[in-house]
């Protein structure tokens, strides 16, 4: 993180580390009270094309992966996972306000799925590079189990949070990144329609897909559908 007028600003997280940029728009993450938390930039299409070429670069060493590799990558992210949960736990609910059984199990189905993903990790029919765009109402567990499907298979991501509930699945990529996951593997990406809009045009993503309530679902596949992106229905 760097700081921006005494907040915290996240950066992205592309082929396997933080990555700084500028922009000139922030969102600002706040807790029930109202007080600022951090600040989410809101990127556009050169950031997405960055994350998406890391993606497409990291297909070399995934994609060839025996899926008991795999499974053995996502059985230790959910060791480390489990590690960090009263963490993760602090994080959701004070960017969502969940109350603290909530917010734990949210953590707790995002370790769940990572452990059904590592004991049925085999090849199947997924885009070879995935965008995907998550909400706040789950900013953890149900963004985690759709990307699954498509690590699983050996597809990689680029993740777009709630800029409103952003730092657990930038968390989550540093857990990932400790478990051993090859840089560009699982991206993320900052933003709100600008930055969906730079998904859906950049190159070398396959297909997108957006977990969230109907309104923000039918937003993305709106913007899909005007960039002739593939569109994966949840």
């Not at 921006?4 to 728009?25: C, K, N, S, Y």
């Not at 025996?66 to 949960?85: N, P, T, W």
């Not at 070879?128 to 990689?156: E, H, I, K, M």
């Amino acid at each position: 993180m760097y700081v921006r007028h005494d907040a915290l600003v996240l950066p992205l997280w592309i082929d396997g580390h933080p990555f700084l940029t500028m922009v000139q728009e922030f969102c600002d993450v706040r807790d029930a009270s109202g007080k600022l938390l951090r600040r989410t930039p809101l990127t556009g299409a050169g950031e997405a094309q960055a994350a998406a070429d890391a993606a497409r670069r990291a297909l070399a060493a995934w994609q060839p992966l025996a899926a008991e590799a795999r499974s053995k990558l996502l059985a230790a992210a959910a060791d480390a996972l489990d590690g960090y949960a009263a963490h993760f736990a602090g994080l959701i609910g004070e960017e969502t306000g969940f109350a603290a059984d909530a917010a734990a199990a949210e953590v707790a189905a995002a370790v769940a799925a990572l452990r059904a993903a590592a004991s049925d990790c085999r090849s199947g029919e997924a885009p070879a590079v995935l965008a995907l765009v998550a909400g706040r109402d789950s900013p953890l567990a149900a963004p985690l189990a759709r990307a699954l499907a498509a690590l699983a298979a050996g597809a990689t991501v680029v993740v777009k949070p709630s800029p409103h509930a952003p730092s657990a699945l930038f968390a989550l990529a540093e857990v990932l990144a400790e478990a051993g996951f090859p840089g560009g593997v699982f991206n993320i990406v900052h933003g709100d329609e600008a930055s969906v809009d730079g998904l859906c045009a950049a190159s070398g993503i396959d297909a997108i897909a957006c977990v969230g309530d109907t309104k923000l679902v039918e937003r993305v596949a709106a913007i899909a559908a005007r960039q002739q992106r593939k569109f994966l229905a949840p």
